[in-house]
């Protein structure tokens, strides 16, 4: 088994290298006769791809996805969907002078001590530019899902400086370069991560993703709960070190009392006086917003010399040239929106199928 597959009745199979002519998904046990056409998918790709603003790569990529199968008459035919999407602005040569020295933080030595061969270029498998295919995926989850469901993240930290939770605006998270939902702490994140990047060096993020609408009964104890497969899936990420469901490690610090979700009935409906579980209690959704959150650690690709060694074991310094994030927590929060949207797409055709 090559791991390159998550899911279960929701089936994503992703492919390609970061300096391959192309990479892509095959999205496997997508109902029938769901309307889908690439301009579904195209507006998810495009808040990932990279080169939009002077905080993330300027590796130039359209990233326009083309549907290769599965589709028919602009509806989805019940057969296994392929997504393409070609990589037009590699510059390979950038890595030359990496090819026989690991960068310390990346999949490197680990490709290598696994493998006993490894694609240099960009990180080949191991690249961030391999999310780009679960953004394309998760657009078709959304069609499973509905409209009924939403899925919305936000930046919530950029390194160490948090936003004010109070000025929340999911409106103002399009509005800037950060997705950030506090316009009052963007000039400050902006002033921050250039000199960041001045100084030739990197930070990491902390993402908060938040589904609405989602409907109760989603997951199954101990083996198939919905926050432990929605933890594995934001932790497949690219330099995701950490995820929480709801308070998190936060909870760690609460009083029973504090850390309870009140039931109350009002109006003959069940409501709840809080949502520290973050909607899924025992594995199962609640019907409350699942909200989770991860954190990105500091890209490991610097201009800042950093010790290292050779293939033949010889230590050295590295630095590692081309086109990197200072933060590639920014780009990484569509990605979370997919991942969820995969996930929860997955559980609600396991859920029919269990329960009907």
């Not at 709840?272 to 954190?295: C, D, E, K, M």
């Not at 590639?328 to 991942?339: D, K, L, Q, W």
Request: hydrophobic share 35%.
């Amino acid at each position: 088994m090559s791991y390159n597959t998550f899911g279960q009745l929701f089936r994503v199979t992703t492919w390609g290298e970061s300096h391959g002519p192309a990479i892509g998904c095959v999205v496997d046990g997508c109902p029938p006769r769901l309307a889908l056409t690439e301009a579904d998918i195209q507006p998810f790709l495009d808040k990932r791809k990279p080169g939009q603003s002077a905080f993330t790569t300027q590796r130039k990529e359209p990233d326009q996805v083309r549907i290769l199968s599965g589709v028919f008459e602009g509806q989805t035919t019940g057969t296994p969907i392929s997504l393409m999407i070609e990589n037009t602005d590699q510059r390979s040569r950038d890595y030359g002078d990496i090819a026989r020295t690991y960068r310390p933080g990346h999949a490197d030595l680990t490709y290598d001590l696994k493998y006993g061969i490894r694609d240099y270029r960009g990180g080949g498998r191991s690249s961030a530019r391999e999310t780009a295919c679960r953004v394309a995926a998760g657009a078709v989850a959304r069609k499973i899902l509905g409209d009924g469901v939403r899925i919305r993240a936000a930046l919530v930290q950029l390194g160490p400086h948090d936003i004010d939770r109070t000025r929340w605006d999911w409106e103002e998270v399009n509005r800037n370069p950060f997705f950030c939902p506090d316009a009052g702490v963007v000039a400050e994140w902006e002033e921050y991560l250039a000199g960041i990047r001045k100084a030739g060096s990197s930070i990491g993020a902390v993402i908060e993703v938040v589904a609405e609408g989602v409907p109760a009964g989603l997951g199954a104890p101990v083996y198939g709960k919905l926050d432990s497969d929605l933890a594995a899936a934001l932790m497949s990420i690219n330099a995701v070190k950490g995820v929480e469901i709801g308070d998190g490690f936060a909870s760690a610090s609460l009083t029973g009392q504090e850390n309870a979700d009140p039931l109350y009935m009002r109006d003959g409906k069940l409501t709840f006086g809080a949502n520290h579980a973050g909607g899924i209690l025992g594995g199962i959704s609640s019907g409350q917003p699942i909200v989770a959150r991860f954190a990105v650690k500091p890209t490991s690709s610097m201009l800042t010399p950093v010790p290292s060694i050779t293939t033949d074991g010889k230590e050295t310094e590295v630095i590692t040239k081309g086109r990197h994030d200072p933060c590639v927590g920014i780009r990484a929060v569509p990605v979370g929106e997919a991942m969820m949207a995969c996930v929860l797409a997955d559980h609600l055709m396991r859920h029919r199928a269990q329960v009907g």
